[in-house]
């Protein structure tokens, strides 16, 4: 299916502008998915996923995250200069007024009216934690958090969580060491709202395509479970 690219422009809940970059497939989307980035900003990579929700007949919204520090990057993970960078913004950024960004992007989507109104989130690494903390501190409908580093720092909020969320986690993340997954996962295995899936001999960042340890069986997985996890509670 053919997808279409656009530019959303959102205004911050302090009144500040950051733009998103939209994926719209080329027929009527069936529900939105706001799509939060890694480290990197709004990647090639990023888009390329943006496309694959579109293609799938989802409205993709990816924000960019890291407006307050710097609009628009796109950093390359095998480049050490742009490594460093994107740490240093990692440490910056405020978790908390990204949340609140974020929460700005759910209400200008749900705005649209994109099939019955629902509106799911996904993200990645860092992405991966905001998506928790969206599901904690937000009515999305539904999300999923890829290898979200830091989750193990906010279990104390997990008990806000009101609807569906999956976490995918790699059984070697270097990042999300086994004993912080099992915290993770002691605290909300018994929570009906919560599925937790673990691949293994993965490492972090198995999903990206070109990055250095991405994993094609286990990302496709992966992503066939997202997009069964979604049609099932979106539509």
Not at 167 to 189: C, P, S, V, W, Y
Not at 196 to 205: C, S
Request: charged share 25%; glycine share 10%.
């Amino acid at each position: 299916m053919d997808t279409v690219s656009e530019k959303l422009i959102v205004t911050a809940a302090d009144g500040g502008k950051f733009n998103c970059h939209v994926e719209k497939p080329g027929k009527a989307a069936t529900a939105a998915v706001i799509i939060v980035q890694e480290i990197f900003g709004i990647t090639n990579w990023l888009k390329s996923a943006a496309e694959w929700y579109a293609s799938n007949g989802f409205l993709a919204v990816v924000p960019d995250l890291f407006w307050r520090l710097e609009p628009g990057l796109n950093l390359n993970d095998r480049n050490e200069k742009d490594l460093q960078k994107a740490f240093k913004y990692y440490g910056e950024f405020n978790k908390d007024k990204g949340i609140d960004d974020l929460k700005a992007v759910l209400k200008a989507v749900r705005g649209m009216k994109v099939g019955d109104g629902k509106v799911g989130c996904s993200g990645y690494c860092l992405g991966g934690l905001m998506t928790y903390l969206m599901a904690a501190r937000s009515d999305v409908d539904a999300s999923v958090a890829y290898y979200g580093g830091g989750i193990d720092e906010y279990l104390g909020e997990a008990h806000n969580i009101k609807k569906p969320i999956m976490m995918q986690f790699a059984e070697d993340d270097k990042h999300i060491t086994k004993e912080k997954q099992d915290k993770i996962k002691n605290q909300l295995g018994g929570n009906p709202l919560v599925t937790i899936h673990t691949y293994p001999h993965t490492d972090h960042a198995f999903c990206r395509v070109g990055g250095e340890n991405y994993n094609m069986k286990s990302a496709e997985l992966a992503n066939s479970r997202t997009l069964e996890f979604f049609k099932s509670h979106l539509h």
